[in-house]
């Protein structure tokens, strides 16, 4: 059983930055892909980034790019999700996933799930 805990959300205003953390328990993290969602009020759950056992990451939705990074300290056992530029859309729950594969693929459901953390951006 694998346990996901996020951590660093809050309230901050537009053009601020965010870094998420996803701590995860068991000794298998640095084995598989990892994954962070977002889901807006009335929104359904959405994709932001990825990334593989190795470090290497998969494409961000487009929203994010350029402003987003995912990377991992398998040392730690954590993923983060430095937000920079936040907008007022970004307002949402952002959840952890971990996906038993070695490689993300957007084809397999995640296996594991946060319980979420909350990011609110004001204009």
């Known amino acids: 059983q694998v346990q996901l805990v996020e951590s660093g959300g809050g309230l901050v205003q537009a053009g601020d930055s965010l870094r998420l953390s996803c701590a995860a328990s068991g000794r298998t993290f640095s084995s598989y892909a990892m994954g962070w969602f977002r889901q807006a009020p009335g929104k359904e759950r959405e994709l932001v980034a990825a990334?593989?056992?190795?470090?290497?990451?998969?494409p961000y939705a487009d929203s994010v790019k350029g402003r987003f990074t995912i990377f991992r300290d398998n040392a730690k056992n954590t993923v983060y999700l430095q937000m920079n530029s936040l907008k007022p859309e970004d307002t949402a729950v952002y959840y952890c996933?971990?996906?038993?594969?070695?490689?993300?693929?957007?084809?397999?459901?995640?296996?594991?799930w946060g319980q979420g953390t909350q990011v609110t951006v004001s204009s």
């Open positions: 996933a971990l996906q038993r594969r070695a490689y993300y693929s957007t084809s397999y459901p995640s296996d594991y």
């Open positions: 990334i593989n056992w190795s470090g290497s990451t998969t």
